[in-house]
């Protein structure tokens, strides 16, 4: 996949409101290789749009289009294609589970995948602070733990496209600029393109772009 465009894409709950968006209602290009941060307030829609790109959710008007084909003819057999080999997503809500281990986690994707070496997972496991935290349960880690395995599980699959929904919310800054770290290597390697979403605190690293929400 090389392009992701929105053609005056906007959710139907706002289509009949003034939204002073950069994005909303507009033509919008997302480029394979390039580095885009999506600014927002709260409640503008950030993780709807997420959504619609990921194909989890469909309740906007316009189109939305991979390499000019419309989004919306894909089948279930496509988005499960695309989920598997060009798009990798880090949701807010980060989707992990609760009754297993960190280690788990990640390993249950990679297993699907077989993209990553056991040695990968552990080294970029205690590389971002989790070496200690390996074997706990999801469920006794503090959020930003939690986001670090999530990053680290959607690292474990090809991607032409990383889309990330507020991934350093809970970070600090040191622990914030060595996550950016882990995933521009990914992304220099592979040429792939990153979507970055923020309500405040932006993850680190050179924007191609910054679209205000």
């Known amino acids: 996949?090389?392009?992701?465009?929105?053609?005056?894409?906007?959710?139907r709950v706002f289509s009949d409101m003034e939204t002073n968006s950069s994005l909303w209602g507009n033509d919008i290009v997302f480029?394979?290789?390039?580095?885009?941060?999506?600014?927002?307030?709260?409640?503008?829609?950030?993780?709807?749009?997420?959504?619609?790109?990921?194909?989890?959710?469909?309740?906007?008007?316009?189109?939305?289009?991979?390499?000019e084909k419309n989004i919306n003819t894909f089948d279930a057999e496509s988005w499960s294609s695309l989920r598997q080999t060009c798009l990798s997503y880090l949701p807010q809500g980060l989707m992990l589970f609760d009754g297993m281990s960190a280690i788990e986690n990640i390993l249950i994707k990679n297993s699907l995948t077989n993209y990553r070496t056991n040695e990968w997972i552990t080294s970029s496991m205690a590389r971002l602070g989790l070496g200690q935290r390996e074997d706990f349960l999801v469920s006794k880690l503090s959020y930003g733990q939690k986001q670090r395995v999530a990053l680290i599980r959607a690292l474990c699959q090809p991607f032409d496209f990383i889309v990330l929904d507020e991934p350093t919310s809970h970070l600090d800054d040191n622990t914030s600029m060595e996550v950016s770290k882990l995933l521009m290597e990914e992304v220099k390697e592979t040429g792939a393109g990153v979507i970055v979403t923020s309500i405040g605190k932006d993850m680190v690293m050179e924007y191609d772009k910054i679209i205000y929400l």
């Not at 996949?1 to 959710?11: A, D, E, Q, S, W």
Request: glycine fraction near 12%; charge should be positive; include cysteine.
């Open 31 to 67: 480029e394979k290789g390039k580095k885009y941060l999506v600014k927002s307030e709260s409640g503008r829609g950030k993780s709807s749009f997420c959504s619609y790109i990921i194909g989890y959710r469909d309740d906007y008007k316009g189109a939305i289009c991979f390499d």
């Open 1 to 11: 996949m090389i392009t992701i465009k929105l053609n005056g894409c906007i959710p």
